[in-house]
């Protein structure tokens, strides 16, 4: 046994204990990457982790959350479920004992802005895109059709209602730029409605590392048709990032799954894009949507991105999303 793993056995160890690891090691497990419903927080332990530079990531059950740490406090990226809110300060306060000043929202689901109201009665300054203040509040931006699920999933419903201490105080929906505790973050909107009409990526310039909301999780794409969404959008907002943020060194945290490279993205790209030539060609042979299923198009890219096979996840389905992209194929998207 190597020095490296009994050290990661030793402190396995002390998660067991206190709920928590500390590990920057290589040859780790997996983040935990957990969306449910109804959030029990006793199940899921937090786990904190070196991502690159000064940029640490908590995970536990909702969004993955970064953190910078420093000298005059912190800045988190995303906040987790409401109910996850006491485990993940206590993570966070592994890291530091500082207050935290910021929270970036990249957009308006639950589990990722359900922590602002803990963290904003703390004193933190919440910022978000216009768009998620907007929704958050009940309303809907200017030229936004009504989700056709508000029910939620992917719909693209934001949850209701939200205490006026939990709304993002510091808006935007131009890219704006931060300083703070050494770090240069430029906060970008993600110029196509895919996810929703309010994501944001986050890239923490001197230590590259981006954060890029539900725009990019490590299974296939999370499309909301509802905010105007489709396949192409998703690619769009990922070659923007490939081009301006994400280079052979960057390290990307996914709102849900695992700390990606530059090459993983560009693989789900690829896998995505050649998914989507095989639905076209099954549309156009007339074929239905159980058709499709039973003749699996995703086959071979399954083991990597199904839904199924990377988390536990009971919002979203593989097959929810063989029915997104097959009315794409439908309406000729
Ligand atoms: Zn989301």
Redesign the pocket.
Known sequence: MTRTSKMAMALTGVALFSGIALLSQTNLPPLPDIRVFKVDPEKYPEVVRKVQGQIMVVAGAGSQVSVLPGDSGLLIVDDQYKEMSPKLLAAIKTISAKPIRYAINT?M?P??MGGNEAIAMLGATIFAHDNVRIRLMGGLPPGAAPAPNPAGGRGGAAPAPTPAIALPVVTFSDPINLHYNGEEIAIVPSPKPS??DGDAFIYFKTSDVLAMG?VYTTDYP?INPGNGGTSQNVIDDWNYALDHFIGPNTKIVP?HGQISTRADLIALRDATIAIRERFRKMVKDGMTLDQVKAARPTKEFDQRFALENVGHNEIVSTDAWYGIMYNEAKNGQ
């Open positions: 957009h689901h589990d990722h996810h929703t539900d999370a709102g």
